[in-house]
């Protein structure tokens, strides 16, 4: 019974995230990138296990220039998921980006 209980509470967690996923991809859709990573920190915390949510998180940080914490999030969603290739997308449009920052430093 346990069990049961738990595959549910599962389920309805990642149903759940998947909602909150959702409504973090309208916020990126209206550049609303703080509310968008909120809502992705929410689908993070309700199922830590989905790439797509700490790859999307990358995207809202990177979109406002917070390349440490993309690059946090680029690397994590690769390490649950290798073959996820929009991570790796992800962690090297924030390399170039960095890189292109610098260059305009010098």
Not at 12 to 34: F, I, T
Request: glycine content about 2%; charged content about 30%.
């Amino acid at each position: 019974d346990k069990e049961q209980k738990n595959d549910k509470e599962r389920k309805d967690d990642k149903a759940a995230a998947e909602k909150l996923k959702a409504q973090g991809n309208a916020k990126m859709s209206s550049k609303e990138y703080d509310a968008a990573i909120d809502f992705y920190t929410q689908a993070i915390a309700k199922d830590g296990t989905n790439a797509i949510y700490y790859s999307n998180r990358a995207a809202a940080y990177s979109s406002k220039s917070d390349y440490k914490n993309a690059v946090k999030d680029a690397d994590k969603a690769i390490e649950i998921d290798q073959y996820f290739v929009r991570a790796y997308h992800r962690l090297g449009s924030v390399h170039l980006s960095i890189f292109v920052f610098l260059c305009l430093l010098f």
